[in-house]
Every structure is written in structure tokens, then in C-alpha cells.
């Protein structure tokens, strides 16, 4: 994706604004999976800059959660905050019901992440059940199998060691559902744990095995 797109922009001189903003947001999409965190900050920046003078209050609203995820994953956890927040006020304008419900389930659940880094397991399992139950209204299974993976993480930090492995279970059967392997990997990963906490380090060492082959 990002030798498309460096492709892109080497090639490119007078691309329309719209277009511009779109293509920097994935392209920084790309870098940030990649793991290039400065060039997607950089990138997210620009195109931030591009949606604001097209007004486009949907695109502003997007790049803000993204940034606001940069920032928790540096450990600024008062600014990701802050700009989720903002992002969540944007969302408020749009019109679309299903869009806008989509939108609110992902900053619920990067908030509950924020509170997690905080320290807040109880406030953080409250924010990702609400993400989970918004997503479960506009079918978006890999949003999904996510927070029902971070939900099953919460309750093991709680030491709540059963919801923990239903939770996990849960999240397992959408990643074979959609032939997920990093959920698969997660939701067995999870499992493992789950075993461990009962004291069965036999299935615990087996499940681990799985993962590694």
C-alpha cells in the first residue's frame, strides 16, 4: 500500500483538494500499520489541514481520533483524550445514523483503551461494553471480534477469570467466522491465559504451542 502511494504522489502535481485529503489519510493508514509512526503523524497532519480548508467536518472528525490514538500510544494520554473528544463533538453533526453510530463505537472504544493506560480497568470495560454495543448495531464483526478481545483482557485484569474466557470464546468464533489469524491468534492467546489462571498449565502450554505453530 504505501509504494502505491508514494507512487501516487511522485507522479502527482495538481491533484483536487478532496482528493489530496483522502489519499494522505490512507496513505498514513498505511504507515501507521507499518509502524512508521512519525511519517503517518506527518501525513495525518496534512491531511487534518486538508479536510479543515475543505470544511469537511466528517474528514476533521476522523483525523482527530487517529491522531488521538498516536498520542495514547506515546503515552500522552491528556491529549488523545482531548482529541477524542473533539472528534466525538464533530461526529455530532453528522446526519448519517449508521455512519455516526460506526464512528462513536471506535472513539468508545479508544477512550476505554485510554482509561486502561490510566489505570481505570472499571471505566475502561464500561467504554469498550458501549463500543461493543454500538458496533453490534451497524454489523461491523472485525470491530467486533476486537473489543470483545479487549473486554476479555479487561476481566482478566479484573480477575474475572470465567467472563474472561466467554469473552475470549466469543471473540475466537467471529475470527474463525471471518478467517482472522491475528483474532485467532488473540482469541487463543486469551484462552492460554484463561487456563493459566486456573491453575491448568498443561492446557495453558498447549494452547501457547498453538499459537507458535
Known amino acids: 500500500g504505501m509504494r502505491w502511494f508514494e507512487a501516487l504522489f511522485e507522479r502527482s502535481d495538481d491533484v483536487p483538494l478532496e482528493a489530496n485529503a483522502h489519499a494522505l489519510r490512507s496513505y498514513a493508514a498505511c504507515a501507521d500499520i507499518a509502524g512508521r509512526d512519525e511519517l503517518a503523524a506527518e501525513l495525518y497532519g496534512r491531511s487534518l489541514a486538508a479536510f479543515e480548508e475543505l470544511g469537511d467536518d466528517l474528514g476533521r472528525a476522523r483525523l482527530l481520533h487517529r491522531l488521538g490514538i498516536q498520542a495514547m500510544r506515546r503515552g500522552e494520554l491528556v491529549l488523545a483524550r482531548k482529541l477524542l473528544e473533539a472528534s466525538w463533538e464533530l461526529h455530532e453533526h453528522n446526519e448519517d445514523e449508521t455512519e455516526r453510530t460506526w464512528d462513536r463505537s471506535q472513539i468508545l472504544g479508544t477512550l476505554g483503551a485510554v482509561a486502561r493506560d490510566e489505570g481505570d480497568v472499571g471505566k ?90
Do not use: C, Q, Y
Not at 463500543?131 to 480477575?159: F, K, P, Q
Not at 482472522?180 to 498443561?202: C, H, I, N, S, T
Open 124 to 213: 475502561a470495560f464500561e467504554l469498550v461494553r458501549e463500543s461493543l454495543d454500538l458496533v453490534r448495531e451497524v454489523g461491523i464483526e472485525w470491530w467486533e471480534m476486537g473489543m470483545l478481545g479487549e473486554l476479555a483482557t479487561l476481566a482478566l485484569l479484573a480477575n474475572r477469570v470465567e467472563e474472561a474466557s466467554s469473552l475470549a470464546r466469543d471473540s475466537l468464533a467471529l475470527a474463525r467466522e471471518m478467517r482472522d489469524r491475528p483474532g485467532r491468534v488473540l482469541g487463543v492467546g486469551l484462552l492460554a491465559v484463561v487456563a493459566a489462571e486456573r491453575g491448568d498449565l498443561e492446557r495453558a502450554g498447549r494452547l501457547w504451542g498453538a499459537i507458535e505453530d
